[in-house]
């Protein structure tokens, strides 16, 4: 519990400053100005990127929606889906790094979303030491992310990764735990709406360090 409102903390405190947005619709301004940019110099490649990863936040919220709704069907189905996007992912990594970072890729993301995957099931079952448990293995596995992430391009800080994938942990946590306490639906929609945000931010700043790794593929 203290390792995961620790890591909460830092995160929190460090987005901050990062332009990463975790509460409020608009983009922090240090952190638009970077996404224009990336947007002038690759726009296909910022576009499939934010489709990419929103395309993950999306499968994760209908796995948790059909979980809450006892809809096992559903909840298979989605979960499915969230496999399909994380290979989608890792087989975008690839085709700038090689096969092998994106297979090491898809095992970091298969990891993150066994977290998830847990968070959800426990924030649903009200078992609140298994939810400690799920957040703490997000957050561990969101600095193995970062590390590996940062060790293949010099324009991702780990520091900065680490901080913007706990967040993002967070709004997980946050988004199942509104559902399992039945909150309004307008308070849940604002939390959807910040976590694609959030998830958007994420992604911009993967593709404006790819496209300054690799400015002619990238374009």
């Known amino acids: 519990m203290k390792m995961k409102l620790q890591a909460l ?13 975790v509460s409020t619709p608009a983009l922090a301004q240090g952190h638009a100005h970077a996404a ?23 499968t994760t919220r209908d796995y948790a929606m059909a979980v809450f709704a006892g809809d096992q069907a559903g909840a298979t189905k989605a979960g499915d889906a969230v496999v399909a996007n994380a290979k989608e992912i890792s087989g975008a990594v690839a085709g700038f790094y090689g096969q092998p970072a994106g297979d090491a890729l898809l ?19 009200g078992n609140a030491a298994a939810e400690d ?50 909150a309004p639906k307008a308070d849940q929609d604002a939390e959807w709406q910040a976590m694609q945000d959030h998830m ?17 593929k990238a374009n």
Do not use: Y
């Open 133 to 182: 448990k799920a957040l703490n293995d997000a957050v561990a596995n969101a600095g193995q992310i970062a590390k590996f992430l940062a060790g293949a391009n010099p324009n991702w800080k780990e520091a900065d990764l680490n901080a913007g994938l706990i967040a993002h942990g967070g709004h997980h946590k946050k988004q199942v735990d509104m559902m399992a306490a039945k």
């Open 200 to 216: 958007n931010a994420i992604a911009d700043v993967l593709a404006d360090g790819i496209a300054k790794q690799f400015p002619t």
């Open 9 to 21: 903390s830092i995160a929190c405190a460090a987005l901050m400053g990062l332009g990463f947005t």
């Open 36 to 58: 224009t940019a990336a947007t002038q110099t690759a726009p296909n490649l910022h576009k499939a990127m934010r489709a990419l990863w929103h395309g993950h936040v999306v």
């Open 107 to 125: 095992k970091l993301l298969a990891g993150h979303w066994g977290a998830v995957k847990a968070l959800t099931d426990a924030a649903h079952a």
